[in-house]
């Protein structure tokens, strides 16, 4: 019986992949620019593969490519961390509530709390982190919600990484994340949604007061809602 090869990703595919690894653990900072030649050099590749990738992370909100200036890591303050987030707010729990209503299965969620309790490094513990608050809303049998929510997923990973070095709060979130996986494990969908509603809001406030200083001046001027 012969074994089907394993697929080679593509040049373009592991750039990409190594560039926004990178981006999202904050080895490349927000602002840094991405010269091709560079990036070609440090992969062993022709500037083709990096160019492509580079257009890809612009598509999802990880780059900023301009005519003058070239690729950088797209800036994180607190107008675009709002945005993130209140698309965040909107979706995410609901999608959760989903999840738990129709009995999916909780155990991805599980074991990706169990990693990020352990990981040796904060590179590790984001990317558990992630793939937590993935597991929780994939499940919720919209595959449309789904994809919308993975769409922001990597502009809400570069927000957490600039609040991260900042302002470590890893024990506070770690524990919120238990909380919201215990509410869902006991199939209170209501509860796991606004435990989760708090664990987001929560995060950017702390992280980005000027953005709710903002949003609440907005509304005393527009009046109430």
């Given at each position: 019986?012969?074994?089907v090869p394993t697929p080679i990703p593509s040049r373009t595919q592991v750039v990409h992949e190594e560039i926004k690894r990178r981006i999202l653990t904050g080895r490349l900072s927000p602002g840094q620019a991405l010269v091709e030649t560079e990036l070609a050099a440090?992969?062993?590749?022709?500037?083709?593969?990096?160019?492509?990738?580079?257009k890809t992370l612009a598509g999802t909100g990880l780059v900023v490519m301009s005519q003058y200036k070239g690729a950088t890591v797209r800036m994180v303050d607190a107008d675009m961390a709002r945005e993130v987030y209140d698309v965040r707010l909107l979706l995410e729990p609901e999608a959760l509530r989903r999840t738990v209503r129709r009995g999916a299965s909780l155990d991805a969620a599980r074991a990706a709390l169990t990693r990020a309790d352990s990981a040796?490094?904060?590179a590790e513990r984001s990317l558990a982190n992630r793939e937590f608050h993935r597991a929780l809303y994939l499940p919720c049998g919209n595959p449309l919600l789904g994809r919308m929510l993975d769409e922001?997923?990597?502009?809400?990973?570069?927000?957490?990484?600039?609040?991260w070095a900042a302002d470590p709060s890893w024990d506070r979130e770690a524990g919120e994340h238990q909380e919201i996986l215990r509410l869902a494990l006991a199939e209170d969908a209501d509860g796991a949604a606004r435990a989760l509603h708090r664990h987001i809001a929560?995060?950017?406030?702390?992280?980005?007061?000027?953005?709710?200083?903002?949003a609440g001046q907005a509304q005393e001027k527009d009046g109430p809602a």
């Open positions: 019986m012969t074994s440090l992969f062993g590749v022709s500037k083709t593969p990096v160019r492509e990738a580079l040796t490094d904060t922001v997923r990597d502009q809400a990973a570069l927000v957490s990484a600039v609040a929560s995060f950017v406030e702390r992280a980005f007061p000027a953005a709710e200083h903002r």
